[in-house]
C-alpha cells in the first residue's frame, strides 16, 4: 500500500510563499488522480489542486493564479506552491491520491498558518 507524507508546512505573514511537498513510498505513476485538499477548523475539507492522470489539472477558484500544482515522477513526489498568501489559506493541507483500483489514500496532513 503506497504511504504519502507531507511537509513544507509552516508559519508565514500575509503575501508570503511555501512550497509543500508530498513523498509517497510507491511510484505515483500508477495513480488516477494526485491532489492537494486541506480544511480550515469548523469547515469541510476542500480540494485546492489536482492532477488527472492523462494531464489536466484543476484549482479551486480561491487559488487560482497564487497555487501552482506539480510532480517529480522521478522522485515519487507531488509539490504545491503557494504565492500570496492570505490568512483565509489557514487550514492544514493533505495530500490525496487515487490509486489505479480506486482507492484513496490520504498523507498525514501539515498546518500551514497564514498571520502577521
Known amino acids: 500500500q503506497v504511504q504519502l507524507v507531507e511537509s513544507g508546512g509552516g508559519l508565514v505573514q500575509p503575501g508570503g510563499s511555501l512550497r509543500l511537498s508530498c513523498a509517497a513510498s510507491?511510484?505515483?505513476?500508477?495513480?488516477?488522480?494526485m491532489g492537494w485538499y486541506r480544511q480550515a477548523p469548523g469547515k469541510q475539507r476542500e480540494s485546492v489542486a489536482a492532477i488527472i492522470r492523462g494531464g489536466s489539472t484543476n484549482y479551486a477558484e480561491s487559488v487560482k493564479g497564487r497555487f501552482t500544482i506539480s510532480s517529480d515522477n522521478a522522485k515519487n513526489t507531488v509539490y504545491l506552491q503557494m504565492n500570496n498568501l492570505k490568512p483565509e489559506d489557514t487550514a492544514v493541507y493533505s495530500c490525496m491520491i487515487v490509486t489505479m483500483n480506486d482507492q484513496l489514500v490520504w498523507g498525514q496532513g501539515t498546518q500551514v498558518t497564514v498571520s502577521s
Open positions: 510507491g511510484s505515483i505513476l500508477s495513480t488516477h488522480v
